[in-house]
């Protein structure tokens, strides 16, 4: 009869199996993907709480406002853009009250139809709606530039030689004597410059021209796409036939936007 091999005694440095196994599950720190989500919506929810107490109630997201965020974005997937040409966005200026209200952007189409009472009939921006008014936008000339040509509205942003821009006509003796002053010293300076320097500022101006022209039409972008809290969205596209554009008359500035054009300064 073969004798039973009895399993060696556990020692003092190393504890029986079953305690080993106990003790190895109860030290285990593994974290599931359960508790990683209730973590991030945790930190989500606190995140929002305190958006909402810091602004007043304005937002949960800190001000941003991302199209993702907004379910009427989520709405227009479901849905066909709107393409119509300037003709027919005519007919949504309001005036129908079985039609939302439309104004467009450089060929941007947006729904405004949350604020009747600033776009619609008798509203102080009434002029803006069924219609594309980028020009007017930019240079504030809303009863004659309320028209999508853009072409030389960058020249608002250039700026003047001292000689170029008149003093008001009740100026006093003081202002048109630093006005001369100012003038004698500019006529100096860019005559001790070389036609390159000239040709080099003037690139460089309408850089910074054209790019001022971008950050404006951005700037009512975001506002009308609902950037900035505001419950627009964009909903389309103006169609409009090649070479459109050429077809029209070249625009001069408008008398507010000529006056409001800088002045270029030369440094001492």
Not at 1 to 30: C, G, H, L, N
Not at 130 to 138: C, N, Q, S, T, V
């Amino acid at each position: 009869m073969e004798a039973r091999q009895r399993r060696p005694a556990p020692t003092k440095d190393e504890p029986a199996e079953p305690i080993k196994k106990v003790a190895s599950e109860s030290t285990s720190s593994s974290v599931s993907v359960l508790d990683i989500l209730r973590i991030a919506g945790g930190i989500l929810l606190f995140s929002s709480a305190l958006s909402y107490l810091t602004t007043s109630g304005a937002s949960l997201t800190w001000g941003y406002n991302p199209w993702w965020t907004r379910a009427a974005e989520w709405k227009n997937i479901f849905k066909p853009p709107v393409s119509l040409t300037d003709d027919e966005l005519l007919a949504y200026d309001g005036t129908d009250p079985d039609k939302p209200i439309y104004l467009a952007l450089n060929g941007t189409i947006y729904d405004v139809s949350i604020s009747p009472a600033t776009y619609g009939p008798g509203g102080s921006y009434h002029f803006f709606a069924g219609r594309d008014a980028a020009r007017a936008f930019l240079t504030g000339c809303f009863d004659v530039d309320a028209v999508p040509d853009l072409r030389g509205v960058e020249q608002m942003y250039m700026p003047l030689e001292p000689w170029e821009k008149p003093l008001a006509a009740d100026a006093s003796d003081a202002e048109k004597a630093k006005h001369a002053a100012l003038e004698k010293r500019a006529r100096e300076k860019r005559k001790a410059m070389t036609k390159g320097d000239l040709k080099n500022r003037s690139a460089q101006e309408l850089r910074k021209a054209r790019q001022s022209v971008r950050d404006g039409l951005e700037h009512w972008h975001q506002l009308f796409r609902g950037d900035k809290g505001k419950a627009y969205r964009k909903v389309g596209e103006v169609k409009r036939e090649e070479g459109w554009l050429q077809k029209l008359p070249k625009r001069t500035l408008c008398e507010q936007a000529e006056k409001g054009r800088p002045v270029r300064k030369y440094e001492d």
